[in-house]
């Protein structure tokens, strides 16, 4: 960029925080004189768009105003209703018509007109065009639009005004209307007249009525008769104001009477109607008691009832007579009707009522004796049965009274008064409650004889699905169980009551005396009902308590069964366990020292359950003495604690024998990190025993807690599990102290020195790397020739892999690692060696370009000095491009290389680009040149 450029750009960023605000302020100003400008034409368009449609409507409106006032003109505000109101309301909105025009027109003219022309000064002519045009143009617009709602507001008034005048086109059709309105309900009241008279309606009111009709009639048949049979054009025609305005008034003043007229009639007609339906149903309930009286039971004596009825009927046929032809007055009482009415129905009701007790009455009678009869064949069955037969004798007198009481209510007086039939059925319903509970005693005594005979055939048992008790020898079973249970001790059968295993052989003699007591003797003996209930209950509960006796001989016996139970499977888990304690003591004396017999572990803890286990089985032999549940117990109790301790042993020995492997598996871990070892004996012995207990069954998959319960089975297991762990253990030690004696100790120093040289080897390398890296980082970037020491590390790779790959021997482990402790020792020389040559050809390289630095900024110093000189000037800026170029070249060319530079290359690169830079510099295209020693300045 030259300096033209340059001063052009400073001199617009000095006068841009200037420029810009005014920029934006005249900006500001174009917009608002825009917008300003734009309203003020728009304005001033709207004004005369509105100012031609408000001419326009108010001509329209002016023309509807003319129409109106020469219509309603035709009818004179003094005319009689109903044109009256109509015609005045009419001219009062057509005046607030024209009054409102008139105004809307003042304001036409008072509108003040914007100026045409603008001032002369340039100041007035802008506050004109920015304020004062627009402002009354815009105020003519707003008065122009509210001269246009004025006027649209006038379109209710014209089309009330309208409706008003429309009314009173309509006056002679509505007159009309009423006129014929009139002359239907006239029609209606003279047809009604005619139905009341047809139907012998009588009397003053009816006359009157009839009059004030007729007179009614005569006014109406005065009308014009145009209002009744001509078409509305024709109606519209021919009427005219005033004519209309008199009918009007006429049809007004006869409405309410003719209405009036035709609602009494209609009244009077419903009440007649009323008055003919219940006359019918009266003499529809007169016939039908005549009917019911005459179809009397003759066993019932309702004279007393005929009698009263007489006078009903007599009432009946005066109030026949009295409406033969009635008064409007009458029409208002009938409640004589109705009386003889719900009269005839009550008798009715009370002749139905006294059927109803007769029918009642032959019916229990027939019910009492058919069970009389029942009864006492019945009696005669029990009393004759072969088999257990019943005593009637104490049922036969109640019978008999009963029988004489159903004959004597038979052969009573007939026909029976009301009274007397009320009379008969009390006492046939305390005779049908006495009957009922004497059937209730004798169904009582047959169900009792049943029931003694079903319990006596145990036919109540099997039925049940009980034990059949005849069937079953419970006396001798009692006697049999008795004698087996008493070679038990007594505690045995503690905590039994319910069994009352002691009472058992008591109380079934007991129960043997009991069933003799209360079983009939022979089959053809007679059972006394007084005492029969009884006896069905003592015989079922000596049935009951016989088969609650076998349930308990049931329970005692598997008690017994299960006590022998108990008492083998105690005795089968004691001598399971002590085998295997005893089994475990052998093997235990076979492996472990015999200086730990005499400590308190679980050696010691083991023997001492063997001599508890000897003493528990004499006393379970022992039958005699003691309870055997309480020797179950504590044989279980035995087993508990041989199960803790067995339990706790093998826990420790599997946390032991885990150790002891986990031990050895690091062992051969280490070795083989190092070598294949395999083929020595001791490395085989210790794979040998890894793979026993690997695939042994005393390995759990997972450590578990200690069960809630051992049995026999679990102290078992644990015992055989115990003895393979002492076994597995023993062998673990013996395997250790091989591999110790044969392996890890021969190969221990030579291998530890072999580690020791690697690690020192790999930290060295590691330090060259980083000296590498840091390196790469300066300039320029030599190499610390780490690619030379990567072979060894390779070799020393081999080696060690060869260990790993080929099974080798303790010897051969040893030449190896002595060989590798050489190799990585000669690494660690190597690698020293390299980092003195860096550490002092970095120096060298750091000298060599500070002399071109300083040679640069002399050059630098002597143009700027003799810049007065083209030539001079222009010699020393091409010798600077010239060292600037080839230390970019340079840059460019180290910095595309993947790897780093040797060191002794860049010295000599560097060195050949000193005395390239360093020489005479060349001025002009002759021979002259600027010296070395002019340039140079003492640093």
């Known amino acids: 960029m030259g300096a033209g450029e340059s001063a052009v750009i400073n001199s617009v960023r000095s006068v841009l925080p200037v420029v810009a605000p005014l920029a934006v302020v005249l900006g500001v100003a174009l917009l608002l004189w825009m917008v300003v400008r734009y309203l003020s034409r728009r304005w001033k368009r709207d004004a005369g768009d509105l100012m031609e449609r408000i001419h326009h409507t108010m001509d329209q409106f002016e023309r509807r105003t003319a129409d109106l006032e020469m219509e309603a003109g035709r009818y004179s505000p003094d005319l009689a209703p109903p044109y009256q109101d109509r015609v005045r309301h009419l001219q009062d909105r057509l005046r607030a018509i024209s009054e409102c025009l ?85 029609d209606a009241a003279l047809e009604a007249l005619d139905s009341l008279q047809a139907a012998g309606l009588r009397g003053e009111s009816l006359n009157r009525v009839a009059h004030g009709i007729g007179m009614e009639a005569e006014n109406v048949a005065a009308l014009p008769a145009f209002l009744f049979d001509k078409k509305e054009s024709d109606i519209l025609r021919r009427a005219q104001p005033i004519p209309i305005s008199q009918v009007w008034q006429v049809l007004v003043d006869l409405k309410p009477e003719v209405d009036a ?17 219940q006359l019918t149903a009266m003499r529809l309930a007169l016939t039908n008691t005549n009917n019911r009286l005459a179809e009397a039971s003759a066993q019932l004596d309702v004279t007393d009832l ?7 009927q007599a009432h009946a046929e005066e109030i026949e007579r009295r409406f033969r032809a009635p008064t409007p007055e009458d029409l208002a009482d009938f409640d004589d009707v109705n009386t003889i009415t719900e009269r005839a129905d009550m008798v009715v009701a009370k002749l139905a009522a006294l059927e109803a007790l007769r029918l009642s009455l032959d019916t229990k009678l027939a019910e009492n004796e058919h069970r009389v009869q029942e009864v006492d064949r019945q009696l005669r069955q029990l009393a004759d049965s072969p088999r257990y037969p019943l005593d009637r004798v104490p049922f036969q007198a109640e019978l008999d009274r009963l029988r004489l009481r159903l004959t004597t209510v038979r052969e009573a007086n007939q026909p029976r008064s009301p009274k007397q039939l009320e009379s008969d059925l009390a006492t046939l319903q305390v005779l049908d409650r006495q009957m009922q509970a004497f059937i209730r005693q004798i169904t009582a005594a047959r169900d009792d004889r049943r029931r003694l005979i079903a319990l006596l055939d145990n036919e109540d048992a099997v039925s049940a699905g009980h034990h059949e008790a005849d069937q079953v020898d419970w006396l001798t079973w009692a006697h049999d169980l008795s004698a087996q249970t008493g070679i038990y001790a007594p505690e045995c059968w503690e905590g039994e009551e319910a069994l009352q295993v002691t009472t058992l052989l008591e109380d079934a003699e007991a129960l043997d005396a009991r069933r003799r007591r209360w079983m009939p003797a022979r089959v053809d003996d007679l059972l006394a009902p007084e005492t029969l209930a009884r006896q069905v209950k003592e015989v079922a509960a000596v049935y009951a308590d016989i088969e609650t006796l076998q349930n308990r001989l049931d329970q005692v016996t598997s008690k017994l069964q299960q006590l022998r139970e108990v008492e083998e499977s105690a005795r089968t888990a004691l001598q399971a366990v002590y085998s295997a304690l005893d089994r475990l003591e052998i093997v235990a004396s076979e492996l472990l020292p015999a200086e730990l017999a005499d400590e308190d572990n679980h050696w010691t803890w083991i023997r001492r359950h063997l001599d508890t286990g000897y003493g528990l089985d004499l006393a379970l032999g022992d039958r005699g003495s003691g309870s055997v549940l309480e020797k179950a117990e504590q044989i279980s109790e035995w087993i508990e604690a041989c199960g803790a301790t067995l339990h706790s042993w093998h826990r420790i020995l599997l946390t032991e024998t885990e150790a002891a492997v986990a031990a050895v598996t690091r062992d051969l871990e280490d070795m083989r990190a190092i070598a ?14 890894l793979q026993l207990w690997d695939a042994g069954s005393i390995r759990r998959p997972a450590r578990a807690e200690r069960a809630a319960e051992v049995d026999a089975d679990t102290c078992r297991r644990l015992a055989a599990e115990v003895g393979d762990q002492l076994r597995i253990l023993t062998r673990l030690d013996g395997v250790s102290a091989a591999l110790e004696e044969h392996v890890f100790a021969p190969t221990a120093e ?41 072979p060894e590390f390779d070799l020393a790779d081999r080696l060690q892999q060869q260990l790993h790959r080929e099974e080798t021997t303790v010897t051969q482990v040893i030449a190896t690692a002595d060989e590798l402790a050489h190799l990585y020792a000669r690494i660690s020389a190597l690698v020293a060696e390299r980092e003195t040559g860096y550490h002092l050809l970095r120096p060298k390289l750091e000298e060599v370009l500070d002399r071109i630095d ?30 600037e170029a080839s230390f970019s070249q340079l840059h460019l060319d180290y910095g595309q290389e993947q790897e780093l530079v040797p060191g002794d290359e860049a010295l000599r690169v560097l060195e050949a680009l000193w005395r390239q830079a360093s020489r005479d510099v060349p001025v002009g295209a002759g021979m002259n040149v600027i010296p070395v020693d002019w340039i140079a300045r003492p640093h």
Request: net charge negative.
């Open 261 to 277: 007229n035709l609602e009494t009639l209609e009244e009077w007609q419903r009440a007649l109607d009323d008055l003919n339906q």
């Open 854 to 883: 300083d040679w640069r900024k002399d050059l630098k110093a002597y143009g700027k000095q003799h810049s007065s000189s083209p030539a001079v000037a222009s010699a020393i800026r091409a010798r600077l491009d010239e060292i």
């Open 306 to 312: 005929a009698d009263a009825w007489q006078v009903i």
């Open 750 to 790: 030579p291998v530890n020195r072999w580690h020791e040289a690697q690690r020192q080897a790999e930290l060295d390398f590691g330090r060259l790397v980083a000296l590498e890296k840091q390196s790469r980082r300066s300039w320029p970037p030599i190499s610390c020739d780490t690619v030379v020491l990567q």
């Open 676 to 689: 294949r070892l395999d083929s020595e004996a001791a490395v085989q012995s210790a794979n040998d025993t």
């Open 102 to 186: 008139v105004k809307a027109n003042d304001c036409l003219i008072d509108i003040p007109t914007p100026p045409l022309t603008t001032p002369v000064t340039k100041s007035a002519e802008a506050t004109f065009l920015l304020w004062s045009e627009p402002r009354a143009r815009y105020a003519r617009r707003g008065r122009l639009q509210a001269i246009e709602g004025e006027l649209q507001s006038l379109d209710q008034a014209f089309a009330a005004s309208e409706s008003l005048l429309k009314q009173l086109r309509r006056t002679p059709l509505e007159t009309a209307e009423l006129a014929r309105e009139l002359h239907a309900h006239l």
